[in-house]
Every structure is written in structure tokens, then in C-alpha cells.
């Protein structure tokens, strides 16, 4: 697509429950990234894939949290037994082999009552 | 570890100029970005400094230093749209690490 498509905008999830977060980069991207985003803070880094395998893992928080692109394309974000500190935006990024830039989703707003 | 540091909140006038500045402790360097998000938006691509000196695009302007591991971005003839929160972030290797974000907010 022209841009990086998150879904859904928004989540609202009771305590405990599980989630998917969607994430449908720009066609041909072979980077992904995952972000969250507190209120008032920066991005801070969750998973890199470089095609459809995770380069990188380190931010993600806690064995919780765990995602997956199997066909270098699309991403997953999966997160089980939500907590109320899980509620943040989720950021996707997606950028080119080479490409200096990364290009952000509008995010998804998870909030967990 | 990463460390990014710039200030919390800046206000200006209509018209004026205002610049944030951005210091920066990282393992590696691959480039600082900035990036302009508005309020429940995406962060969006500013400027990107991988050498020394000023890098100048229409109203927005960035400059690095690495030696001082500083940066900062100007922006001038401040409009209304341009209250937003300013993102610094450097990379290394593939990936950004960010500062909190500086919110400017311009006033008639």
C-alpha cells in the first residue's frame, strides 16, 4: 500500500485477555519494526524483522508479548494475559534495505481496564 | 545503553524562530532523524543528519555535532500547524532510539 496500515485504531481489552495488532507495511519494505509509545514519551523499540524472521527481540517486554511475519509482509503483534501497564500506542515501521528512513503507522491505542 | 536528552515543552510566537536542541550518549551512530508528531498521529520524517554541520530544508533546519554528541533542529517563521511534539532519535545499526519528544506549542 502507499503507507504503513495498522489495525485496529483502537483496542479496548479487559485485564487477562489476549490481543492481536495488525500491521500491513508498505509493499516491498523488507523492515519492520514494532514501537510503543507511552503518553509523553518516545518510541521505544520493541522487535525488528528484516524479512519474515525476528533480526531483533530485545525490547519486547516480557514473554507476554510475542509477534510474527511469516511472509514478510504482514506483522502480528500478540500479547496474552493483558495488564493495565500495557496500555500504550503500538507503533509499526517499515523501511527499505538501504533506506535510511523508517516510515510510522498511525499506530494502534491499546487500552487495558 | 542510550541515553537522549531534550527539553520537555517550548513555546513561541507566531512568526518567530525556535530551536530544540537534542544531546545524545549512544552505542553506535548511524545518523540522527527528526520527526514531527502531532497529537494522536504518527511520527512523521523531518531531517536526517549522518555528518557534521547544518542540513537545511524550507522553514526547518537540523545540525550535528558528533564530537559534542549534539543536535539541534530550528524552525522558523513559526506557524500554528507547527505545534506538535518534536522527536529526536538516533540509530545505530537498524535501530532508532528516541528522546521523549519536545512540545512546541506556537501562540498567536
Known amino acids: 500500500g502507499a503507507g504503513v496500515s495498522q489495525t485496529p485504531s483502537n483496542k479496548v481489552t479487559e485485564k487477562g485477555k489476549y490481543v492481536e495488532l495488525r500491521c500491513d507495511p508498505i509493499?516491498?519494505?523488507?523492515?519492520l519494526y514494532w514501537y510503543r509509545q507511552s503518553l509523553g514519551q518516545g518510541p521505544e523499540f520493541l522487535i525488528y524483522?528484516?524479512?519474515?524472521?525476528?533480526?531483533?527481540d530485545s525490547g519486547l517486554p516480557n514473554d507476554r508479548f510475542f509477534a510474527v511475519r511469516p511472509e514478510g509482509s504482514v506483522s502480528t503483534l500478540k500479547i496474552q494475559r493483558t495488564e493495565r501497564g500495557d496500555s500504550a500506542v503500538y507503533l509499526c515501521?517499515?523501511?527499505?534495505?538501504?533506506?535510511?528512513?523508517?516510515?510510522f503507522g498511525s499506530g494502534t491505542r491499546l487500552t487495558v481496564v | 545503553g542510550q541515553n537522549i536528552d531534550q527539553p520537555t515543552e517550548m513555546t513561541a510566537t507566531e512568526g518567530a524562530i525556535v530551536q530544540i536542541n537534542c544531546t545524545y550518549q549512544?552505542?553506535?551512530?548511524?545518523?540522527l532523524f527528526w520527526y514531527q508528531q502531532h497529537a494522536g498521529e504518527a511520527p512523521t520524517f523531518l531531517s536526517y543528519?549522518?555528518?557534521?554541520g547544518l542540513e537545511e530544508k524550507g522553514r526547518f533546519s537540523s545540525f550535528l555535532s558528533r564530537s559534542k554528541g549534539y543536535s539541534y533542529l530550528l524552525l522558523k517563521e513559526l506557524q500554528m500547524k507547527d505545534s506538535a511534539s518534536y522527536l529526536c532519535?538516533?540509530?545505530?545499526?537498524?535501530?532508532?532510539?528516541f528522546g521523549a519528544g519536545t512540545t512546541v506549542t506556537v501562540r498567536a
Open positions: 515501521a517499515s523501511s527499505s534495505e538501504g533506506n535510511y528512513g523508517y516510515t
Open positions: 509493499s516491498g519494505h523488507t523492515a
Open positions: 524483522f528484516q524479512g519474515t524472521g525476528a533480526a531483533d
Open positions: 549512544t552505542s553506535g551512530f548511524n545518523g
Open positions: 543528519n549522518v555528518l557534521d
Open positions: 532519535a538516533v540509530k545505530s545499526d537498524y535501530k532508532l532510539s
